[in-house]
Structures are given as C-alpha cells and as structure tokens.
C-alpha cells in the first residue's frame, strides 16, 4: 500500500458489495486513510485486514471523514443513509453516491446537503465488477462543478472515463440512458445468438466473427460468452438490471419521453426475477430468449 500522507481528505466508503468493495480497495492502494462500513462485516473485516478502519454506523462514518462514497442497492436504501450524513457530518464534508438511483432522489438530496454546507454528487458508475477490480469505470457525475473539481483527483482512482456531465441528477439521468443501451443489448445479443444457433450455424465462431464488424461491443464479447458457457455467475444482476431498466421508465413518464422496447426488455427482466434467477447476471436474460426459442 502506498505510504499515507496526513494531508490527504480521511475517506469514507458504504457499500461493499460486488463493485462497492473493490472500489474501496483501489481508493486504500492509493493510500488514502479509509474508513467502511457494510451491512455485513465479512467485506468490512477483509478491508480491516488490508488497512481500513471501521465504522459501526453510517452516523460514526459521518462524523470521521471529508469525503464519503455510498454504492448501495436501490433508491431508498441510499435515501436513509445519506439522510444519516445529511444530520451528522461536518460541513464542507462531500457526499460521492455512485449507486445508481432516481434522478429526482439526487435533486433532493444535494439541496438537502446544500443548506448545511454539505456537498452532494451523484456519481454512478458503469463498468462493472471487472471494471471496478482494474479501476477503469466510466464515472457520470451530477452536481457542483467545482466540488467535481475537488472530488476529481479521487475519482480518478476508481475510473478511467470520468465527466461532469450536468448539475444534481445529471449523473443519474446519463446513468439510466446508460443501462438502457446495455439492457437492450443484452437482450439483441441473447436473440442474435439464439437465431445463429436455431439456424444451426456454430454460435462461437459467430460471435468471433461479429467482434470483427460493426455489431462488435463489449456486451457482445463479455456477455456473449457468458450466454454460450451459460455462465451467469454475477458481475451485474438481473435484479439490478431491472431496477435500473424501472427508474429509466419512471423517468421517461415524468418528461413525456416514449421508451416501447425498454419497456418490453423490462418485462422480459421482471419475469427472470420472478423465475427466481435475479441474483445471477444481467446475461442470464439468455434464458429468456433461449428457453423461449427452444435452444
């Protein structure tokens, strides 16, 4: 671990799951002092033994740090904790949340923290979990541009592609067109192979060639392997995939905007869930598609 210098912000991180823990990591080889907290302690025990301190609470965490990152699981989960460091914290302290939530959340939040001094971004992340082990996500950030300014030099710890893209809620919105864009590409990938393979046309050698041509993508190459091994052990979920593919459509209602093939991609998600396959990754959709063209 990089040497600590005592002039560096004390960093706080909530959220240890499959990118949240990983991301902390990158933020200690960096040799920031870090604290964490999890809602379960085995994350929060392997960071201790790397160098981290612990925080028992949100409201402990609030106290001790200068800049608190959250990567939690949905909207309300990330409502009641930040409203913790909307109460506890110092003022000048900054508020990163790269969960990725409701826009509208992100608006009320950094005016909440606004009027005590506190500065709030929204700042969700795409990449996913290999994306958060190699520090190279893609980083979309809503809110002050120069508490972006401040907040940049760390950021660029955990991603690669990192831009301020709009005030409160921006991040969220670029988000949400985000997981549009890879949620329906799952679901063209998960077709196109299943149509190769009902052809009876080798599926790999497909994929492989396809790489080399205008539909190649990273979704085609990630995913696409992933559909063919059938090998959905998760990098992203199915169930966070629907909750983000929710709050595009809530979204898109509020400013009159017409998402038809999100919104079919949705149900197809909401019945993999339902199947009891949400704990597995986005790519499990192929089941979807397959089982439904016999393949």
Request: hydrophobic share 50%.
């Amino acid at each position: 671990m990089a040497s600590i210098s005592f002039f560096m912000d004390t960093l706080g991180f909530i959220g240890l799951g499959l990118m949240g823990k990983p991301m902390a990591q990158n933020l200690l080889r960096a040799g920031y002092p870090l604290i964490v907290h999890n809602r379960s302690r085995a994350s929060v025990d392997a960071l201790v033994e790397q160098g981290a301190r612990a925080a028992h609470s949100p409201r402990e965490m609030a106290e001790l740090c200068d800049v608190i990152f959250t990567m939690l699981p949905d909207p309300e989960t990330v409502a009641r904790v930040v409203d913790v460091m909307l109460e506890f914290a110092r003022g000048g302290t900054i508020v990163i949340d790269c969960s990725t939530s409701h826009p509208q959340l992100a608006r009320k939040l950094a005016e909440r923290g606004a009027a005590r001094g506190i500065f709030v971004l929204d700042a969700p992340v795409s990449g996913g979990e290999i994306g958060a082990q190699q520090a190279t996500l893609s980083i979309m950030v809503g809110g002050n541009a120069d508490t972006f300014a401040r907040a940049l030099p760390i950021l660029k710890h955990l991603g690669k592609n990192i831009a301020h893209v709009g005030d409160a809620g921006a991040g969220q919105i670029v988000k949400a067109a985000n997981q549009i864009i890879v949620g329906l590409t799952i679901e063209a990938v998960a077709e196109a192979l299943a149509f190769v393979m009902k052809a009876g046309v080798d599926a790999n050698k497909a994929r492989e060639v396809m790489l080399g041509g205008f539909a190649t993508s990273r979704i085609l190459d990630v995913h696409g392997r992933r559909m063919l091994e059938k090998n959905f052990v998760p990098g992203g979920r199915a169930a966070t995939q629907l909750k983000d593919l929710v709050i595009a459509l809530d979204v898109a209602q509020t400013n009159g905007a017409q998402l038809p093939i999100t919104a079919r991609v949705a149900e197809m998600y909401r019945e993999l869930v339902a199947r009891g396959f949400g704990d597995e990754d986005h790519a499990a959709l192929w089941r979807m598609v397959a089982e439904d063209w016999e393949v």
